[in-house]
């Protein structure tokens, strides 16, 4: 995303952009104008890296494909579709591993349309159990609520990890079908443990949806074995494509079971939409440049060594961060028996230093790099206590090495 690059925005529109960044000074960018033309002095553009998880640059083989489909658009209903969505549903299942156990069902929404959809197809009525731990699992919650299922939640405080035993316990006093949680809980920048709850939900013969927004494609998962039924997925985290689409990997003999329940949403049916996408078609209007987007983000996915290439290139990144972190002496938000994201790291605010302070100076930064940098702060409870730098999106090992100097010049500026 280029903010103030006069090529994507006339006068008026960088206006409001820059007044919708308030905070953020525009750069100056010199712009001569004659009558007829005017020209641009680029190396002024400054280019604003996204260290955060919701919207970043993405591959060139990505961004390709808006300008290619602008000269052939296709059809949604057309039988161009067909192909489009065999290959796309079957690279996702064949990648993680799961092609003869889960169908993957594309919807067109972002991360929370596919919470909404699984919820309102999956639980049955016996209800739900949700484990909340953070704002995503809260999210689920609401849903859940709003949608007048059954719904019974595990709250804990914010990053701290759920005991097995009282998962149990509310499981049986309760007797639920099913039991919710997150994986990537992106507020505290902390894993879950899935894979011992999934143990569990076995065991205990309920079934297990997993927000898996923030670590499909980017964290070591594995579905089968986990016991996960249903998977939440979006396109536009560690697939690195667009947030205009989401997807669910829902168990085969869960939809077996979905053909009788009655549907709750209308629109986000997981039943319905996977009976027209095994036929590769899709019930609404599907958003197709945003699926050639997801299939170019696959390809390139693929083409750089899958799950291992993508864990490796965040991993690299996060040597350099959090080795950064420490040397500046900032501390890192960790809770028992919890692993940390790939994605991200959620860190404390320094003493006597604002988020709000530091990231307009962060989103100010210049010192001829042409370049600055957008943070991220902690939410609802925890904003005024953590904030987070993510490290997703297509940029360059030298480009953390350079935020983290910078990074060490504004927390000295704003405690000096
Ligand atoms: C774990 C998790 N779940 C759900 C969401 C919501 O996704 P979206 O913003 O695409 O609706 C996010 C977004 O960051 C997330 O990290």
Redesign the pocket.
């Known amino acids: 995303m280029i903010l103030l690059d006069p090529r994507f925005y006339g006068d008026d529109m960088k206006a409001q952009s820059w007044a919708f960044y308030g905070s953020i000074k525009p750069r100056k960018i010199f712009i001569k104008r004659t009558k007829k033309q005017s020209t641009i002095n680029y190396k002024e553009i400054v280019k604003r890296i996204s260290l955060t998880?919701?919207v970043f640059h993405l591959s060139q083989r990505v961004n390709q494909i808006a300008t290619k489909y602008a000269e052939q658009p296709i059809v949604p209903r057309g039988p161009a579709l067909k192909p489009i969505m065999d290959r796309v549903r079957f690279m996702v299942a064949d990648q993680l591993k799961i092609v003869d156990t889960h169908e993957t069902i594309i919807l067109t929404a972002?991360?929370?349309?596919a919470?909404a959809a699984t919820v309102g197809s999956c639980v049955d009525n016996n209800g739900i159990l949700v484990v909340v731990n953070?704002a995503?699992g809260q999210?689920q919650a609401d849903f859940c609520q709003q949608l007048g299922i059954t719904t019974f939640v595990y709250e804990l405080e914010w990053g701290l990890k759920p005991e097995l035993k009282v998962v149990e316990r509310l499981i049986n006093q309760h007797k639920v079908g099913t039991i919710g949680l997150?994986?990537?809980?992106?507020?505290v920048g902390l894993l879950n443990p899935v894979k011992e709850i999934g143990m569990l939900s076995h065991n205990l013969g309920v079934r297990l949806i997993v927000?898996?927004?923030?670590?499909v494609f980017v964290e070591e998962m594995d579905i089968n074995e986990w016991h996960i039924d249903s998977l939440?997925c979006?396109t536009?985290?560690g697939l690195h494509s667009n947030?205009d689409l989401?997807f669910c990997l829902i168990s085969k003999n869960y939809l077996e079971e979905m053909e009788t329940r009655k549907n709750r949403l209308p629109y986000l049916d997981l039943f319905q939409t996977w009976q027209a996408q095994k036929q590769g078609s899709h019930p609404f209007t599907i958003n197709i440049r945003a699926l050639l987007e997801f299939e170019a983000a696959l390809e390139d996915f693929i083409e750089r060594g899958g799950l291992a290439g993508r864990i490796k290139l965040y991993q690299d990144r996060l040597a350099i961060l959090r080795k950064g972190y420490k040397d500046l002496g900032l501390k890192t938000f960790i809770r028992e028996g919890m692993a940390q994201q790939n994605i991200g790291t959620a860190l404390y605010l320094p003493d006597g230093i604002s988020y709000q302070s530091l990231a307009t100076a962060l989103a100010n930064w210049d010192n001829g790099d042409n370049e600055n940098y957008e943070i991220y702060s902690a939410q609802g409870k925890l904003s005024n206590v953590i904030f987070r730098i993510f490290n997703m999106g297509e940029y360059s090992l030298e480009t953390y090495e350079r935020f983290i100097k910078a990074l060490g010049t504004c927390l000295r500026r704003l405690s000096s």
């Open positions: 998880p919701a972002a991360g929370s349309g919470i953070d995503y999210r997150v994986h990537g809980c992106t507020s927000d898996g927004i923030a670590s939440i979006s536009n985290k947030p989401s």
